[in-house]
């Protein structure tokens, strides 16, 4: 199956700063990615879709301006959690699907756990 | 908007009992995909169904949609304890502009 990557798998920082999650389809081209966030034993909540060569598209009550994305090819998005502060402490995953249709069947990132102090 | 319900939330069964959760949508779906995610871990994909009144099975797992295409369920036969996780239904909701995820139903299998 393919095979989505994300780094890093853990990060701890302080309030304030700025953090960015790498997430790459290893072994296919990715024109869309999802970014999800989830809290313990909670489901998954779509973030942002992440479109190749153009602006992602936010999910009703994300801020675009402290979760920046950015997919620059067709392998690589990345989301950076700007000026983050402890309720930004969660598990970021990112997916992404094969082939053309957004909807195909998605391939997951193994996730980054958000830990801010 | 639309909703997407699953039911039960959580779920403890007896190893070898059987198992199902329900996944209702309040709009109908062109497809509905299933997810397994072990506790720690990310989301597996299981199976898609697309047509109306499928049913698929994996070994021990059935999968079905319904004529409707608004609900779907996910039945395991004489569970193991592999089969501790959680399940996800997923589908492309608010006409296919996003994928978005089912609250899952956790199961717990007591050896």
């Known amino acids: 199956g393919a095979v989505v990557s994300q780094h890093p798998s853990w990060v701890i920082c302080k309030s304030g700063t700025s953090v960015k999650i790498e997430c790459r389809s290893l072994?296919?081209?990715?024109?869309?990615m999802f970014w999800y966030r989830q809290f313990p034993k909670q489901s998954l909540m779509l973030m942002a879709t992440?479109?190749?060569?153009?602006?992602?598209?936010?999910e009703q009550g994300v801020e675009k301006d402290k979760f920046l994305i950015n997919h620059a090819s067709l392998t690589l998005s990345t989301l950076t959690v700007t000026s983050a502060h402890p309720e930004d402490s969660s598990f970021y995953i990112c997916?992404?699907?094969?082939?053309?249709?957004?909807?195909?069947?998605?391939?997951f990132g193994p996730g980054t756990r958000l830990t801010v102090l | 908007g639309q909703q997407v319900m699953q039911i039960p939330q959580y779920q403890h069964v007896q190893e070898g009992e059987d198992f199902t959760t329900y996944c209702n949508s309040s709009?109908?779906?062109?497809?509905i995909q299933w997810y397994k995610q072990r506790p720690g871990g990310h989301p597996v994909f299981l199976i898609q169904?697309?047509?109306?009144?499928e049913v698929k099975k994996q070994k021990r797992l059935t999968f079905q949609f319904g004529e409707a295409k608004k609900n779907s369920s996910l039945h395991i036969t004489a569970t193991q304890t592999t089969d501790v996780g959680t399940y996800f239904c997923?589908?492309?909701?608010?006409?296919?502009?996003?994928?978005?995820f089912g609250p899952g139903t956790r199961l717990s299998v007591l050896p």
């Open positions: 997916s992404a699907p094969l082939g053309s249709a957004s909807y195909n069947e998605q391939f």
């Open positions: 997923a589908g492309p909701w608010n006409y296919g502009q996003n994928f978005v």
């Open positions: 169904l697309v047509k109306s009144g």
């Open positions: 992440s479109n190749e060569g153009s602006k992602a598209t936010y």
């Open positions: 072994d296919f081209q990715a024109t869309t």
């Open positions: 709009t109908t779906l062109s497809n």
